[in-house]
Every structure is written in structure tokens, then in C-alpha cells.
């Protein structure tokens, strides 16, 4: 069974950082692009960015370019979001999700507060 | 950026009937389309990729079509655990963008 399980997540201050980690079982992890989706409060869902299978290849959001960086470690089945200079606009529920295109499973979120 | 639209942006229907969901993409981007339903508190689920293919698991009752910049979404006999808030995102081209989203309601 695929299971996605998110961790990292908590209140920050704006210009602070946070390291988001999505630990990967049931699949062969290091086969599979991965991709990070946020929804703000009230809001859509969001692309935020997707890592190739050996991680050579990223894309980000235009918005989170140059302030979180996504990595992953194929040994140990985890992908991760590093996430800095944190902006209120940043606040949400970050799901990571199996897939660079299209995702076909997603873990339940994690959540993430930007408030001084 | 591919700039997704869909409508209606939510939909009042009844147990039993047919719904159709409107996609529409500001550039075409082939049959690079997924659609995900979404319930508050609920992780997303993926319902279809390119454009028409089923998810494994996803029943029959959903159905994909479109190419292009018009995409559709059909859920027929609607049921009570298909009220939720419907997505269509495109992974044509970086970066990839979810639409605003559909919220179908329990008319």
C-alpha cells in the first residue's frame, strides 16, 4: 500500500524557515518524480514545485523560486521542502504527492503557520 | 503560465443525477490534464490523468474527455460521498497549475 507521511510543519515567524520531510513506503521511491501541493486557508490547491526521479531536474512555483528548495534522499525513501524567508502568504496545508505530472497519491498534509 | 479556468464555480445537484464540470486552458496543452477531488480535512484524490484515464480504483461513475483547451469532467448517479470540491490542473508546461476548483453541493 503507497502511504505518504508528512512531518515539519508548525508556526513561524515571517522571515523565519522551516524544513518540511514526506517519508515514502509501499512503492519504489526512486523510480517516481515527486511533487509538493500547498492550499492556503479558503483557498485552491497550488503547485509548488517537483523533483525528478534522481533529483537532477526541479521546477518551482514562480512565487517560491530562490526561497525553498526541494530535495530528495532515494535511500531513504524521503522527500523534503526546505522552506526560507517564510511569508504570510505561505500559510497553508502542504501535501506531498507521488508523481511529477500527474499525482496519483497524496499524503494527508502537513501545516504550516506564518504569524508573528 | 497556462492559466486554468473552470465552471461552474459550484453546482447544486441531487442525489442520482449527472454533472458535467468545464475545464478550459488559456494555451493548449494536449491531454496533459488530471482531475482531483478534494473534501475538507481529506488528503486530494485523483479521479484522471490524460484527459480520460481512469486513476486504479476510481469507479466508472467518473469520466474525462477534452484535448487541447476544453476539458470536461462527468460524474454520474451522483452520491452522497461525491460532494466534495472538484480540480483540474494541467501538466503541460512548468509550472504546473491547478484550476480555481468546483464545489459540488448537496442541492
Known amino acids: 500500500e503507497v502511504q505518504l507521511v508528512e512531518s515539519g510543519g508548525g508556526l513561524v515567524q515571517p522571515g523565519g524557515s522551516l524544513r518540511l520531510s514526506c517519508a515514502a513506503s509501499g512503492f519504489t521511491f526512486s523510480t517516481i518524480p515527486m511533487t509538493w501541493v500547498r492550499q492556503a486557508p479558503g483557498k485552491g490547491l497550488e503547485w509548488v514545485a517537483c523533483i525528478s526521479r534522481d533529483g537532477s531536474e526541479r521546477h518551482y512555483l514562480d512565487s517560491v523560486k530562490g526561497r525553498f528548495a526541494i530535495s530528495r534522499d532515494n535511500a531513504k525513501s524521503s522527500l523534503f521542502l526546505e522552506m526560507n524567508s517564510l511569508r504570510a502568504e505561505d500559510t497553508g496545508r502542504y501535501y506531498c504527492a507521488r508523481s511529477g505530472g500527474a499525482p496519483n497519491y497524496w499524503g494527508q498534509g502537513v501545516l504550516v503557520t506564518v504569524s508573528s | ?107
Open chain 2, 1 to 107: 503560465d497556462v492559466q486554468l479556468t473552470q465552471s461552474p464555480s459550484s453546482l447544486s445537484a441531487s442525489v442520482g443525477d449527472t454533472v458535467t464540470i468545464s475545464c478550459r486552458a488559456s494555451q493548449g496543452i494536449d491531454k496533459s490534464l488530471g482531475w482531483y477531488q478534494h473534501k475538507p480535512g481529506k488528503a486530494p484524490k485523483s479521479l484522471i490523468y490524460l484527459a480520460s484515464l481512469l486513476q486504479n480504483g476510481v469507479p466508472s461513475k467518473f469520466s474525462g474527455s477534452g484535448s487541447g483547451t476544453d476539458f470536461t469532467l462527468t460524474i454520474s448517479n451522483l452520491q452522497p460521498e461525491d460532494f466534495a470540491t472538484y480540480y483540474c490542473q494541467q501538466y503541460y508546461s512548468y509550472p504546473f497549475t491547478f484550476g480555481p476548483g468546483t464545489r459540488l453541493e448537496i442541492e
